[in-house]
């Protein structure tokens, strides 16, 4: 019995899956390096930088467009169950990237609204939780990479610190703001952007859980840990 014509799709569906995977991985890193050079020019007060990082975030959306094509071409060759988790998750993983990228140019756009004002002592705070969360998404991308479960699940328990330390910044702030009315804005614009990297680590949890699921199916996740208190009436 001739096996050619069924190791030829075997093998041509394990081209699509690694392109597929290596996709991903480029779109993830485009968008980790956008947060990164969001942070620099954060402290280096350049207006233009950030309008080039605003800029490149349609890359990043092309990007997606391009994958999701990619994944539904897989779809129409009738996948098996392992397979179709791998599109599911070929979808969820680069529109959590797209929103990663999002993120990034909002930091930027603030950053030049912030350079109005005199430079504030809390941007340093500000790039310690933007690199917290930077590398959040490197490790979750490298778990999808190597089909790692077990590190997927330590990114999804260490969202906990980067919470913790987006409560303890939202708390400085606004009490930064209380002690004088002109901190209100440049705080304000402050508080933005930390959200905007709380929510790039919350991004990278859903891509970590999205691994997780390729990986074991509907099998129950492990609990964790949440620490932002920003939503509590302790918070300030």
């Given at each position: 019995?001739n096996?050619?014509?069924?190791?030829?799709?075997?093998?041509?569906?394990?081209?699509?899956?690694?392109?597929?995977i290596g996709?991903?991985?480029?779109?993830?890193?485009?968008?980790?390096?956008?947060?990164?050079?969001?942070?620099?020019?954060?402290?280096?007060?350049?207006?233009?930088?950030?309008?080039?990082?605003?800029?490149?975030?349609?890359?990043?959306?092309r990007?997606?467009?391009?994958?999701?094509?990619d994944?539904?071409?897989?779809?129409?060759?009738?996948?098996?169950?392992?397979?179709?988790?791998?599109?599911?998750v070929?979808?969820?993983?680069?529109?959590?990237?797209?929103?990663?990228?999002?993120?990034?140019?909002?930091?930027?756009?603030?950053s030049?609204?912030?350079n109005?004002?005199?430079?504030?002592p809390?941007?340093?705070?500000?790039r310690?939780?933007?690199?917290?969360?930077?590398?959040?998404?490197?490790?979750?991308?490298?778990a999808?990479?190597d089909?790692?479960?077990?590190?997927?699940?330590l990114?999804?328990?260490?969202?906990?610190?980067?919470?913790?330390e987006?409560?303890?910044?939202?708390?400085?702030?606004?009490?930064?703001?209380?002690?004088?009315?002109?901190n209100?804005?440049?705080?304000?614009?402050?508080?933005?952007?930390?959200?905007?990297?709380?929510?790039i680590?919350?991004?990278?949890?859903?891509?970590?859980?999205?691994?997780?699921?390729?990986?074991?199916?509907?099998?129950?996740?492990?609990?964790?840990?949440?620490?932002?208190?920003?939503?509590?009436?302790?918070?300030?």
């Open positions: 019995m096996n050619q014509p069924h190791e030829h799709i075997v093998k041509s569906h394990d081209d699509e899956r690694r392109r597929l996709e991903i991985l480029h779109m993830g890193e485009m968008a980790v390096l956008q947060l990164e050079a969001a942070l620099d020019v954060v402290d280096r007060r350049d207006d233009r930088a950030a309008q080039r990082i605003i800029a490149n975030d349609e890359a990043i959306d990007l997606e467009t391009q994958i999701s094509h994944v539904m071409q897989m779809a129409l060759r009738g996948p098996m169950a392992r397979d179709l988790r791998e599109i599911l070929g979808l969820r993983i680069p529109a959590d990237i797209e929103r990663i990228g999002d993120y990034a140019a909002n930091v930027a756009k603030r030049i609204a912030l109005v004002s005199p430079p504030m809390h941007t340093g705070r500000l310690a939780l933007g690199l917290l969360a930077a590398r959040q998404v490197r490790d979750a991308l490298a999808y990479s089909g790692d479960a077990d590190r997927a699940i990114v999804r328990a260490r969202d906990a610190e980067l919470d913790a987006y409560t303890a910044l939202f708390r400085e702030l606004l009490t930064y703001m209380m002690e004088d009315a002109r209100i804005t440049p705080c304000t614009h402050l508080l933005f952007m930390a959200k905007n990297l709380e929510r680590g919350d991004h990278a949890t859903n891509i970590a859980e999205n691994i997780w699921f390729l990986i074991n199916g509907d099998q129950p996740l492990p609990p964790r840990d949440k620490r932002d208190g920003t939503n509590t009436t302790g918070a300030v």
